[in-house]
Structures are given as structure tokens and as C-alpha cells.
């Protein structure tokens, strides 16, 4: 009797690599590795390469970047989405599209079964947990890393003692995560929050000390919100984020480093290198500033805040995040114009933005000659706007 399959999420890693002999031993499982490429994957052949002499009886690449850019990181830079005001949910959207693909191709295998190499003490177990229930309900869900126990060390020679050959060392200090909306770096050093990250922990973005002497210029054209070309040269959404990430990080700009507040309730050091990220987001946010009405803008404010702490939190497929995008998208139509960033050691400084749909009227704003604003009407404006306060404060002076 052929034995039942199991979907894996996997990395390449030691963890996922490990896991592939660990559930056929513990679970009498057959492992189909999932490599979902969602950008900056490197060296996949390799990586299937890798599942494949581990045990797996099929390794899967799942070519997902259009996909991820498209259906996940756009529509959070539509939101301008930073957890806690800081991180632009790097590996958070991406969970949901992992999750998708091994949801699909468990389906498509008959595998009643999912895997994952989150531990307990992470948010992704949460995102990838939450996501496959939420997408098939009846699939099972493993994560032997929240049960074995295991160090780096001890992992190293349970593959050993197997005669699995995997080309990693115990010296390794960090857990690397990457895509194409950025880079994060956690775990060794960085877990001492008193201490400087160390120049090796970076790999996408250069010192201060190391960035040009001269200052880069770039245009970064939207269209209804999505980002389209980058200096009059039209580019797909993933060629456009490496180039943007690239001008950036030479310049030194992009680190974060953050105390983050982890959805399973504990306090976590965490290093990202997100250049092209943060810089999409500063030039979307400036050009809606441009073109939304004051009301409209700050109320979408309120609704940006609630729907990074959802896609955070695992809870991209749900209704209300539904709902939310919904309203961001209608936010969106006039999202059309240019923004000039600057980048100059360390930093991405918005230089002009303009749009066919603005709303800054010159005539109005001016001080000079041109002024169509009506100062005659603003004494009365102040009088009535004020006027529930000065009722206020008079009774105030008449009970004192």
C-alpha cells in the first residue's frame, strides 16, 4: 500500500531539510518538497537537488513572483503597510502565498497532509497555520520544529547519523529570510539589543561609511496607486523593486532595527534591509498626500494601521481584510503621478511629486501675487468654527 504524501513548505534550510526524513520517520509520510520562489530565491535547482537527496519523493519549484508582487506586495504598498510603523511585512506577505501554493498542489497530489518549519516561539507558524485553515479546512497540519526539540547542532548530526550530506556548517550565527520585498535577519548577535548589528549581518545595504559622496536622483512613476516605471523606463513590478532596491541599498539606505513586538507575545530584536520597500512607500504616501482630500487621507490612515497589524498577525484571507483592501483600492483612482526621491547616505528624501490629479492649487496656496484664496470669508470660518469651544469655555469662566 503506497503511504499517504505530505506537502512540505521548503526552504533549503536546515530545518525543512531535516524535516523530510524526520516525517517519514515519525509519521510514515511520503515528503513532497514545495520551493516556492517568491524573489530572490538562489540557486533552486540546487535546492531541489538538496530535498531530493534528504528523501523527498518529489521536489516541486513553484515559480510565484509575478504572483507575490502582484496579488500581495502591491496591494500593501497601495496601503503604505508597516507593522508598528516600521517593517514592511517582508515575510508576512508571503506566508499567504506560500501557504496558497502548498494548498493547491497538496489538492492537486491528493495529500491530506501540510508542513511547515516555523517554531513556537515565531509569527510565521501563526501565518501558515491560519492560512491553510483558512484555505482548505480539512488538510492536516505538521510542524515538527515545535515538537523535536532540537538545536542547529544537534540537527547538523541527526542528518549526519542519516547519511544525509547537506552543505551547512554550525557557524552559521543568523536565520536569514529574503524576497523581493526585502531582507530579514534575526537570531546570533542580534539577540543582544544593546549591541551594534555586525557588518556581516548586511548584505544588501552598505554602510554610511561605504555609500557614494554624491547624491542619486530617481522618478518613480504610479498609475492608480501601483508603481510602473522608474525614470520614464516602464518595468514589471519585480523589476522595478530590484532596481529601486538597488539605487537604495548602494546609498546606505533601508536598514531598520527594531525591539518588534511578536504576535505570541514576547519582545524580538529584529534586522531588515528593505530599501526598495521603504522607498516606495514614502513616494506613494507623498503623492497621495498630493491627490486624496484631507478627510479621505487621514481617515485611510486609520485603515492602513489596521490591515498591516492583520496581514502581521496571519489574517490575509478574512473577510474584514478583505473589505479593507476593498476600500484601499477604491482609495487608489487617482493615485496617478510622479515622485522625485533623493538618495544620499542613509537616506531617501522626497524631492518633488506631481500629478494630472492634484489637489494643490497654486492660486490658492500662494502668498504672492495670483492669490484667489478668500481672506475676507476666514474671519467668519474662525467664528463658527470656534464657536462650540468659546460656548464651552464660557461656562467654564462662569462655574469657576
Known amino acids: 500500500m503506497a503511504k499517504d504524501t505530505c506537502v512540505l513548505a521548503y526552504s533549503g534550510g536546515l530545518d525543512t531539510s531535516a524535516m523530510i526524513p524526520y516525517l517519514r520517520e515519525n509519521y510514515d509520510l511520503d515528503v513532497i518538497a514545495a520551493l516556492v520562489d ?46 508598528e510603523e516600521k517593517y514592511p511585512l517582508v515575510s508576512a506577505l508571503s506566508r499567504p502565498l506560500i501557504s496558497k501554493k502548498m494548498v493547491e498542489l ?37 510542524a515538527p520544529a515545535r515538537e523535536w526539540n532540537m538545536t542547529r547542532e544537534e540537527l547538523l548530526d541527526y542528518m549526519t547519523a542519516r547519511g544525509i550530506d547537506i552543505p551547512l556548517t554550525k557557524k552559521n550565527p543568523y536565520s536569514i529570510d529574503e524576497n523581493v520585498w526585502g531582507r530579514t535577519i534575526e537570531c546570533g548577535e542580534l539577540e543582544d539589543p544593546w549591541e551594534e548589528p555586525p557588518a ?66 514576547i ?27 484631507r478627510d479621505l487621507n487621514h481617515y485611510k ?6 490591515l498591516a497589524d492583520m496581514i502581521y498577525d496571519g489574517q490575509w484571507f478574512s473577510p474584514l481584510s478583505d473589505a479593507l483592501r476593498a476600500f484601499i483600492q477604491e482609495t487608489q483612482k ?13 537616506s531617501c528624501t522626497v524631492m518633488g511629486r ?13 502668498y504672492s501675487t495670483g ?21 464651552w469655555a464660557r461656562r467654564e469662566k462662569e462655574l469657576s
Open 200 to 265: 556581516d549581518a548586511y548584505t544588501v545595504t552598505a554602510g554610511i561609511e561605504e555609500a557614494p559622496d554624491q547624491p542619486q536622483e530617481v522618478v518613480v512613476e504610479f498609475e492608480n496607486g501601483f508603481p510602473v516605471a522608474l525614470d520614464g523606463e516602464r518595468l514589471e513590478g519585480a523589476q522595478l523593486i530590484d532596481r529601486i532596491d538597488e539605487v537604495g541599498g548602494r546609498h546606505g539606505f533601508g536598514r531598520i532595527d527594531m525591539i518588534e513586538n511578536r504576535l505570541v507575545g
Open 371 to 391: 492669490d484667489t484664496f478668500s481672506h475676507e470669508s476666514a474671519k467668519g470660518f474662525c467664528n463658527l468654527w470656534g464657536l462650540p469651544l468659546e460656548v
Open 38 to 83: 517568491v524573489g530572490r530565491s538562489r540557486d533552486l535547482e540546487a535546492l531541489r537537488d538538496r530535498a531530493i537527496q534528504a528523501g523527498a519523493v518529489d521536489a516541486i519549484i513553484i515559480d510565484a513572483r509575478r504572483e507575490f508582487v502582484d496579488d500581495f506586495v502591491f496591494p500593501a504598498l497601495r496601503a503604505n503597510a508597516l507593522y
Open 301 to 306: 490612515r486609520n485603515i492602513e494601521q489596521r
Open 106 to 142: 497538496a489538492n492537486e497530489r491528493g495529500s491530506k497532509y501540510v508542513a511547515h518549519g516555523c517554531t513556537a516561539k515565531g509569527n510565521d507558524q501563526v501565518r501558515f497555520d491560519v492560512s491553510i485553515r483558512c484555505l482548505d479546512p480539512h488538510l492536516v497540519i505538521l
Open 334 to 346: 487617482y493615485v496617478t503621478g510622479e515622485v522625485r526621491l533623493r538618495f544620499f547616505k542613509g
Open 267 to 293: 519582545k524580538s530584536r529584529e534586522i531588515y534591509e528593505v530599501p526598495g520597500a521603504l522607498a516606495l512607500i514614502n513616494a506613494h504616501k507623498e503623492l497621495e498626500d498630493l491627490n486624496l482630500t
Open 354 to 366: 506631481r500629478s494630472p490629479y492634484s489637489l494643490y492649487v497654486k492660486e490658492l496656496a500662494t
